[in-house]
């Protein structure tokens, strides 16, 4: 039975208590919110203009884009000690993982150190981060060679491949730029950090199996990067002749760069000795083989290569070809795998230093570097996270470190390549080999287990895409769980039953606070969802209706009489929300049940109004709060029970 | 100047007020929510097993499948004198509509008169509504016939086209029944109710494009949907000499239906006038036809017209064709628009009559009806508006009248379909055109432009797409818009600086309350998102950043010494969230700013302690209330500045 009869309520509420009448009118007449145009150019304003730094001289516009006009100025000859001791400790692991990673992107093995030269001048002049290394890195490499490889083969046609490697380079940057120059930096989220965890994952063992080609010497290898395809091609080679010469090099020197870096780690001091090794190793096995003759007795070795200056490659790209899309596509997706690599590395060094990065200030850096980078016979080239912690643990104090190290690279591509011409392959196998387990990081791959198992699902998506499937499809599988997630919580919300907290004048969750009571025939209910829309308008009006027959149920002895609906997490109703609401309180209504509307947001409110929905339930049953609604109907009890 | 250190903070908190310490240890020792694989369950199991009906006897269960077995016992005569007086209205009407949208779905006449035979009587012993009038409707023949033709040509090959009409509606109403079963009703829902509108709207008006074939007495026609292709094509036939005499009949008899509608809807009591008009204009037009034997002077007739009782159509359905795919597919399309359609007119009658329909054992009593449908040459059926309206005025008292509507249509099958051999096209064509208006709700569409431009937006997506691209376009990009909504709501959340409301202890938006008072050197910064993830969780940071750096620029008496974050709309977050949250702690540490979180809910402060997040900020700074800190903070400060 319901306690009161509607009209009664609707009389008596009035008079009952003027300041909890007067918040209710707050309430109904706040201000109409800003309309969704005003929202929109906000929005972008937001977005595109940069935060403060609003005006200013040309001097300070220039000191913008270059920072070093304004570091430069005082720099001191201390710091430029310390630079320069970082930046050849740097270019000592630089040059062996620039041609190892050039490899691996299937070019030739000068190319992975002209992209050690350009991008990081450019980026000195132009990037805010004082210990990021720039340079080739081991995933962008992989995505590089695994996507272009499909469009051109890199062992039938190395001209054309190396062509569209520049093109995709030029578009990677352009898109990099304009994401800087419009502050579109969001973009970059959309690769949750689950995905990341697990994307590296599954492309550093995508890695360390292609490198099983060098170490192992085999001539046919696979072209696809899945983990099937690569141990089948493993498995088909160890049949035919194979000579365990080079397995036996590579090894060796890959347990030697291992052992030091394990001395490394015990002793902080020995950094540089990690940091060396990969120079020493190819030394020391260039020695080998040149002074053994062990080429002509199966050691593979390097063989091609040019020496010299950045060439230009400006008249290598083609945009007048029939792939120039596909090569935009690939350009796009290492664009964001490059900027995530970035940026995630700029910015935890930065705040190891305390100091800020601008996202969007670094894009334009980052992608001027590469579109520079595209004309100078670079292919693109990011931050590194392993030779940025040498960098780091080396002392560096500006981005100088990093010219200092493109210089050293420099001098070492006139005077010193004739000398890698007998470089075996197995050692730069071994090289990259050692930098892989650095983008494994199971530790945090447990954490988000631990945290969020939606989140693991996104994680091992990625990974499991990367190592069965191919790259994108590892991207694709995690950018889709990731957002399927969010539309998953929007469709399926939750809707919970309030109780009063004990002592106080505070409605929680009772399943969340046991301590809270129910108030007998007021039943009120939160709706945990930041929009009542479409996908889940009918959902929560079922939820709704069916608290009200377990209440019913539950506590015999007096039946639901007011429906207190708290809407304060909503945010946002559109049309069909508003028709579930008008049938959820018909059939309230037909239930003798009063349906009251607490704290509903500012669009919500102003939404109901125009749709007459305050009129249909009456302006009286709207409350600035639940305990509003609590107190109006208790008192309306007490005096209804009176006057009996 | 921070007013105050961080550890004398710590340090003084405690003995404040022990009941505010007692709240947040509530809140701190909530107990665990439900794990994932708990809330998947019970999600699946709301889902999938019915509310509130559960065992019973097995009358109980057959009563449940059959209502007719409950409400069958206890029907009267007087029940059944309405129920036959609508019925025959009903059949007048039905039988004109359902020739006209077998030739609208490029079928012979009499597979529409077949339709309205047995899934009405099916529907009638499984259906739970009372008024919804079941037979074939114009918009799933449009989009049989629109998504058929495709495949099969129903000119150069009618009888592959007819059995591949029986195969998609055997899909259909599989899909329909199994919707049903598996209480998969939601899935009607992702049409939101403005996409419906819309797409209503384009449909009626590119039906009434295809009239102009019928009404014009075309012969060559263009198998296009879109308004473009159509009025190509017919411009292009009126260049060929045609014979105006088909469209003089058809519009005298358009103009014919649409003055007894006018009249009918200005005296309630002549409704029977429009609905009889139809078969009026048939039966006149037929004779006027024969007896001046029109059809030897151009006026185009039906001439095929097969009689006699629904034949099996088992041996016709294709499971071996190699088109079975794309059956399927167009069978789930019309499987939900034909449930969108009839649940949407069931229950707005129901509502009506005030009782309520069970979704999805409608949609199990749909789906048999079709199966059964498909297996006695019926091609989709559904609730048709129109009929539902003309039942619902005549009369009826149960589904009663859909039989003796059914048993009307089965005698004219075997009896009259003779006489339907030269009943002109045009004729037809009007009756189709005169029941388009009820379908385009201008008058809707402007009310979901005043609530909601981006509901708006999804209307007229699906308007222009039916239009200009075809009906799956249309469907396509409303659902694509509406679920790029609920994806930009969650990306660019909004968050809100709050004030405390005059005389009240109630923190709200500053700018939806401008009565409210922000509290000097206290910063509330409510976060207005249901989740904080990875796609939102960078912006929300940023966003409060600068929040700080306005406070501080608006108000330079007292910078922000305390940083409140009220989470109460926040229902979970990602490792991406806590990540971005770690960033704002220790930047807000950077700037001698203090932290403190309110009502973290139920599975974000898990998560927080999980991620030792509350041990970095101190479990002290986590309150239950706004009100809580705000009120810990001022009296820290009054302490501290008295012992100053």
């Known amino acids: 039975m319901s306690t009161l009869p509607a009209d009664n309520f609707t009389v008596e509420l009035q008079p009952l208590d003027t300041h909890r009448a007067e918040k209710a ?54 710091q430029f000690k310390n630079d320069f001791m970082a930046g050849l400790t740097l270019a000592s692991l630089c040059i062996p993982q620039s041609i190892g990673y050039a490899t691996l992107a299937k070019l030739e093995p000068q190319y992975g150190l002209y992209t050690s030269v350009v991008p ?34 890199p062992f039938v046609d190395p001209t054309n491949y190396t062509r569209l490697v520049f093109t995709v380079t030029f578009f990677a940057g352009t898109f990099q730029a304009l994401f800087g120059l419009f502050r579109l930096g969001f973009l970059v989220d959309f690769l949750s950090h ?22 192992l010497g085999i001539n046919y290898f696979t072209t696809n990067t899945d983990i099937v395809s690569v141990l089948d091609a493993v498995v088909k080679s160890l049949h035919n002749p194979w000579n365990p010469l080079n397995f036996v090099l590579g090894c060796s020197f890959l347990i030697f760069i291992l052992i030091t870096r394990f001395i490394g780690r ?52 083609q945009f007048g070809s029939p792939h ?30 305390g100091y800020q990065l601008d996202g969007n200030k670094e894009m334009v850096a980052i992608g001027f570097m590469n579109i520079v980078g595209s004309l100078t016979s670079c292919y693109t080239a990011t931050g590194s996270f392993s030779r940025t912690a040498v960098n780091f643990s080396a002392g560096c104090e ?8 493109a210089i050293t690279v420099l001098i070492s591509l006139v ?6 011409y007998y470089t075996p392959i197995a050692i730069l196998a071994s090289i990259i080999l050692s930098a892989l387990p650095g983008l494994i990081d199971l530790n945090e791959a447990y954490n988000i287990w631990k945290l969020d198992k939606l989140d693991f699902l996104v994680c091992i998506g990625a990974f499991f895409g990367v190592l069965f499937g191919s790259v994108e499809i590892g991207l ?57 829309c479409f996908a889940n308008a009918n959902f929560i009006k079922e939820r709704i209706l069916k608290s009200v027959i377990d209440e019913n149920e539950e506590n015999t002895r007096e039946r639901v009489g007011v429906l207190v609906l708290d809407m304060s997490n909503v945010m946002n109703i559109d049309t069909s929300g508003i028709i579930a609401l008008e049938e959820l309180h018909k059939k309230l209504i037909s239930q003798g049940i009063e349906l009251a509307v607490a704290n509903p947001r500012w669009t919500v409110i102003n939404k109901l109004k125009l749709a007459k929905f305050v009129d249909k339930i009456g302006a009286e049953r709207v409350f600035l709060t639940v305990e509003d609604v609590v107190d109006a109907f208790l008192r309306l009890k007490m005096t209804g029970l009176g006057s009996c």
Chains 1, 2 share one sequence.
């Not at 697990?198 to 360390?208: K, N, T, Y």
């Not at 469709?491 to 009571?517: N, Y």
């Open 25 to 78: 009118k707050w309430l109904l007449n706040s201000p109409e919110p800003p309309s969704l145009w005003h929202q929109i150019t906000i929005s972008i304003r937001q977005t595109v203009l940069p935060l403060g730094n609003t005006g200013g001289t040309a001097v300070c516009f220039l000191q913008g884009i270059f920072p070093i006009l304004k570091w430069g100025r005082n720099y001191k000859a201390a």
């Open 120 to 153: 990081p001048l450019i980026y000195a002049l132009m990037g805010s981060s004082r210990e990021i290394a720039i340079g080739p890195v081991a995933v962008v490499s992989l995505l590089l060679s695994a996507m272009i490889q499909k469009i051109v083969d």
């Open 324 to 353: 120039v899309g596909e090569a935009a596509k690939i350009g796009l997706i290492c664009a964001i795998i490059a900027l995530t690599e970035a940026i995630a590395v700029g910015r935890s060094f930065a705040s190891l230093k």
């Open 266 to 317: 015990r002793n902080r001091k020995l950094f540089w000795l990690p940091a060396m090794a990969p120079l020493f190793s190819v030394i020391l096995s260039t020695l080998i083989v040149y002074l053994t003759k062990a080429d002509k007795h199966g050691i593979k070795i390097v063989k091609h290569f040019k020496g010299g200056l950045n060439p230009s490659s400006v008249h290598q790209l």
């Open 476 to 532: 694709l599988i995690a950018i889709v769980i990731s957002f399927a997630k969010i539309i998953l919580h929007s469709i399926r919300p939750s809707t919970e039953v309030q109780g009063k907290l004990p002592a106080t004048d505070i409605f929680c969750d009772i399943t969340q606070f046991p301590m809270a009571t129910k108030i007998s025939g007021i039943l009120i209910i939160r709706v945990n969802s930041g929009t009542l």
């Open 194 to 215: 689950a995905a990341i965890v697990g994307f590296m994952g599954g492309a550093a063992i995508v890695i360390g199996l292609q490198q099983l080609k060098g170490l």
């Open 415 to 420: 005077f010193l390549t004739r000398l890698l």
């Open 398 to 405: 500006t981005v100088v470190s990093n010219m200092v190290m």
